[in-house]
């Protein structure tokens, strides 16, 4: 009899059930009245996802300064992110130049200035363009 059809709640089960609906009553119509109220929190798990993997991870860097190392990279990765920025991109063009770039103005490295100077370059390059046009 594994199938044998649909079963049926008893009074009791029917009535606890029911009562446990009418107890959160209250708390869906918040969601009647605000439909941008999401039922879900998926964004905030998604934003804590890396996080919560990487814990395990953080254990294993080896020592203090590896630590605030990978602090320091995670940092700028989460930045590129806000920002638009591919982290690959940044690092990639930031290993390049960090060496000979001079020391007095390496805030011109940080992720939100090397993207206004790529955004300028780049409206040169178009101005340069047109005029040559």
């Not at 930031?94 to 939100?112: F, K, T, Y």
Request: include cysteine; charge should be positive; charged fraction near 25%.
């Amino acid at each position: 009899m594994c199938c044998a059809g649909p079963t049926r709640l008893g009074p009791d089960k029917f009535h606890q059930a029911l009562n446990y609906y009418l107890s959160l009553a209250p708390h869906f119509e918040n969601y009647l009245n605000h439909p941008d109220a999401r039922l879900d929190n998926n964004v905030a798990e998604r934003a804590i996802r890396p996080l919560t993997i990487g814990r395990k991870n953080w254990m294993f860097v080896g020592s203090e300064n590896g630590g605030r190392a990978s602090a320091v990279l995670l940092s700028l990765v989460q930045t590129c992110r806000n920002l638009g920025i591919n982290p690959q991109t940044y690092l990639e063009d930031v290993l390049r130049r960090i060496m000979s770039h001079p020391a007095r103005r390496i805030r011109e490295l940080l992720p939100d200035r090397w993207l206004a100077a790529k955004q300028e370059d780049a409206a040169k390059q178009s101005a340069d363009q047109d005029g040559v046009s």
